[in-house]
């Protein structure tokens, strides 16, 4: 019988997106690459999986700066693991706390 738990086939690439404002208040105005040292730190710590892959990119399309946001794209997490990713993020004060859950 096949253990799926450990299986990585059926996990998606899923992103996020974190404002930089939020960035800028939680590590101090241009420390971009402080935060996503933090949330790749934060990526592998809710995923041990050797394949998770976690990438960023600017989202800087919209006029207004408060829209500006950095991409956190990751691949290779589980819902669970994801979810826990996620409240990393928010306990970093990146993003809300995901409903019902609490930090």
């Not at 939020?22 to 995923?47: H, K, N, P, W, Y």
């Not at 997490?77 to 930090?103: C, N, S, T, V, W």
Request: hydrophobic fraction near 40%; include cysteine.
């Amino acid at each position: 019988m096949k253990n799926i738990r450990f299986s990585r086939a059926n996990a998606s690439q899923r992103t996020q997106s974190v404002p930089l404002r939020l960035i800028a208040q939680a590590f101090g105005r241009d420390e971009v690459d402080s935060a996503c040292d933090e949330m790749l730190a934060a990526a592998r710590t809710a995923c041990s999986a050797p394949q998770l892959s976690c990438s960023f990119s600017p989202e800087c399309e919209h006029p207004n700066p408060w829209y500006h946001a950095v991409a956190v794209s990751v691949e290779g997490m589980q819902d669970q693991e994801y979810e826990q990713f996620l409240l990393a993020l928010a306990r970093l004060g990146l993003i809300e706390a995901p409903r019902g859950d609490r930090l």
